[in-house]
């Protein structure tokens, strides 16, 4: 079974939602890092977003 | 005065770039206020007590860019929205300059990065939890810089996380240290055999720096989220950050960094460090009973700056009177400085008022000065009965933490943005009654790049306005970081004395000086 312990073993690379400042500091360091184009789901309509949780099952 | 507005439909960006565009728009010639904000209803109801909530702006969705400006006349406000467009432009421009794919979703950024391993998640809490949910489910550990992720969501997530090996890091987690890289708010520090559970952000930051500052150094740093150790959550990240740091082989100290656990996670913790941990524990609950941490069997600390000088000896193979000294050493220094600034002050200068931007940083000086001083005032104070009536008025002796959500709403944390602390600095320096400001410094990644240039000034114009009423103020400053980070340390450390601040080695000598400084003049409850 995977553990936490294993991580450390590795190399980190890191996805990024949100704040690009995060991305941009760990570029500074050196880190593996890509940015995800986030945007709210379903435009932020929370009605939509809800029907579609009810859709995929969720 | 008009206030005009116009909304980008369909138009995302992070709320750090809008609140600093906002910011420089509001330092325009002829505005008075500009917002640039996501059209959410918290932000919409932010607009609505400012007075800038127009009607075409009520339709709007999560995803719609709002722009408001109130200034003294249409045009200058047509000038701002233009200027407002560039700041947005030249943003948007930078990540797209580096001509790097950005996938739409965790799902194309895994086929781009297929062994990525973590993912950092900072949109809006109620997004937060589900995009979370869909990284564990990947096999992804966590770092949740999001708040106000529902409690049953963290609880969830913490759950999952736990039955498959992974780490969840957060909700409302600040910072962490893995495999050396600094994520989020975190210091610059050296690679070393401590490693670091925290529930404390700003607490962690300060153990790991006066370690790096001792010349020792960190394995691992893993933040919780101050949530995990109150009885809901039960510490399940806790319990799962130190097993995880006793499996680790170049880990050989562990320190545990938190406010008082509930109860029953203080005895889950006490329960495995006699079972299972083999390596030294120093744990520091502030303000908890330090005989719950021995009678565990770990060393136990008195302040954030004691844990990690135990802990550098420790790594250092030094013995543990080793860093009794230097505090003693310390100890005297403080009270000599404190002699010497009690001496210049005028009569009636007999208060403190503290202004941090650090939650853990601010408790600790309370738990600090109480012992000293006696109770002081607040927004968040130990003892409810000392709590503002109103937190933007200080009253004797007040600590406030700038970055409690009174001061936060509609603006960048004051880590990063100094403009609301630097107006209370000037307040605060024409209050006949106050003899020290204690300010506290948080470098790292994450928090503002040139805090000396931002800072010295204030400091300078404060010492002016006292210096022309016949009055001296003391300031004293911490500095949490180190000489690695980003912002240098050394280099703050002389910007802020050359500005005639004194600048302690930990928050906890500053908050000590200035309490002996106070205890001195009679301010003392």
Redesign the interface.
């Given at each position: 079974?995977?553990?936490?312990?294993?991580?450390?073993k590795?190399?980190?690379?890191?996805?990024?939602?949100?704040?690009?400042?995060?991305k941009e500091?760990?570029d500074?360091?050196g880190?593996?890092v890509?940015?995800?184009?986030?945007?709210?789901?379903a435009?932020?309509?929370e009605e939509v977003m809800d029907a579609l949780k009810k859709l995929l099952g969720? | 005065m008009v206030v005009k507005g116009i909304i980008k439909k369909g138009e995302y960006y992070d709320s750090v770039t809008l609140m600093l565009v906002a910011r420089d728009a509001t330092k325009l010639d002829g505005v008075e206020d500009a917002a640039v904000v996501m059209g959410t209803g918290q932000n919409k109801s932010i607009l609505e007590t400012s007075g800038m909530l127009l009607d075409m702006f009520k339709d709007a969705t999560d995803s719609d860019l709002l722009i408001a400006v109130k200034a003294k006349d249409e045009r200058t406000a047509e000038e701002a929205f233009a200027k407002i467009d560039e700041m947005l432009k030249a943003k948007r421009a930078k990540t797209q300059e580096a001509g790097e794919y950005m996938p739409k979703s965790l799902e194309g950024a895994l086929e781009f990065m297929p062994d990525a391993n973590m993912v950092i998640i900072s949109v809006a809490g109620k997004y937060a939890g589900d995009e979370a949910m869909k990284a564990l489910e990947h096999g992804l550990h966590v770092m949740l810089f999001s708040d106000n992720v529902p409690l049953e969501k963290e609880i969830e997530l913490k759950k999952y996380a736990r039955d498959n090996g992974l780490l969840v890091m957060g909700p409302d987690c600040g910072t962490a240290i893995i495999n050396g890289a600094p994520l989020c708010f975190a210091n610059v520090v050296n690679r070393g055999k401590i490693g670091i559970v925290a529930a404390s952000g700003t607490g962690l930051q300060e153990v790991s720096s006066v370690i790096t500052n001792e010349g020792a150094g960190i394995s691992q740093a893993i933040g919780t989220g101050g949530r995990d150790v109150k009885k809901d959550v039960g510490g399940i990240m806790f319990i799962e950050g130190m097993k995880a740091l006793e499996e680790d082989p170049e880990t050989n100290y562990i320190v545990l960094v938190s406010k008082p656990p509930h109860p029953e996670v203080l005895e889950k913790v006490a329960n495995l460090i006699k079972s299972e941990i083999k390596k030294p524990v120093v744990g520091i609950f502030l303000g908890g009973d330090p005989d719950v941490v021995k009678s565990a069997g770990a060393i136990p600390a008195s302040t954030l700056e004691e844990a990690g000088l135990i802990a550098a000896s420790l790594a250092k193979g030094k013995s543990l009177d080793d860093f009794k000294k230097l505090l003693e050493e310390r100890e005297k220094e403080i009270l000599e400085i404190a002699d010497r600034e009690s001496k210049n002050k005028k009569d009636g200068q007999k208060f403190v008022r503290g202004l941090y931007t650090g939650g853990t940083l601010c408790d600790e000086a309370m738990l600090l000065s109480r012992k000293i001083i006696g109770e002081v005032y607040g927004n968040a104070p130990l003892n409810p009965e000392f709590k503002l009536k109103d937190s933007w008025i200080s009253q004797e002796n007040t600590f406030v933490d700038l970055g409690e959500d009174e001061f936060t709403v509609g603006r960048p944390h004051p880590m990063i943005d100094f403009t609301l602390r630097n107006k209370k600095i000037l307040e605060e320096a024409k209050d006949p009654s106050v003899a020290v400001i204690l300010l506290d410094v948080v470098l790292g990644y994450g928090s503002n790049m040139t805090p000396g240039d931002e800072l010295a000034p204030a400091i300078k114009e404060a010492r002016e306005i006292a210096k022309k009423d016949g009055r001296n103020i003391t300031f004293v400053c911490s500095i949490t970081g180190t000489d690695k980070d980003p912002q240098d340390r050394k280099k703050v450390k002389k910007q802020l004395e050359d500005a005639g601040a004194i600048v302690m080695p930990s928050n906890a000598a500053a908050a000590k000086l200035a309490s002996y400084i106070v205890k001195n003049l009679g301010g003392a409850r």
């Open positions: 079974m995977r553990k936490i312990s294993d991580l450390f590795q190399e980190l690379k890191v996805i990024n939602i949100g704040l690009l400042s995060f500091s760990l500074d360091v880190v593996k890509i940015q995800v184009d986030w945007r709210p789901p435009g932020g309509d969720k | -």
